[in-house]
């Protein structure tokens, strides 16, 4: 069965760093595509970052400049370094993975940017 886990997060002041990382397990494939959302209560599930297998990653408007995805070619890992966090980066981060048949989600790990 595959798996995926998030780790990382947790709270910091406006400004400040943070790093979240996925790793998969039960797997004997490498996912096409990897990605960070967000969900903050009340409204939709919100696409962050992308990044293929191979190939470049792409961002959603509001993290542009701020936040990097990371992936090792071949590997079903993936982080994202968020940088100069604002209040409104406040969600649960989610880790997503698309195979040929299939979408898989993390937990879920809350991140928090306040003072």
């Known amino acids: 069965q595959v798996q995926l886990v998030e780790s990382g997060g947790g709270w910091v002041q406006p400004g400040g760093s943070l790093r979240v990382s996925c790793a998969a397990s039960g797997t004997t494939f490498t996912f096409g595509a990897m990605a960070w959302y967000r969900q903050v209560p009340g409204k939709q599930r919100e696409l962050v970052a992308t990044?293929?297998?191979?190939?470049?990653?792409g961002y959603a408007d509001f993290v542009k400049g701020r936040f990097t995805i990371s992936r090792e070619d071949g590997e079903n890992t993936v982080s994202l370094q968020m940088n100069s966090l604002k209040p409104e980066d406040t969600a649960v981060y989610y880790c997503n993975a698309v195979s040929w048949n299939a979408i898989y989600w993390g937990q879920g790990t809350q991140v928090t940017v306040s003072s």
């Open positions: 990044i293929p297998n191979h190939g470049s990653a």
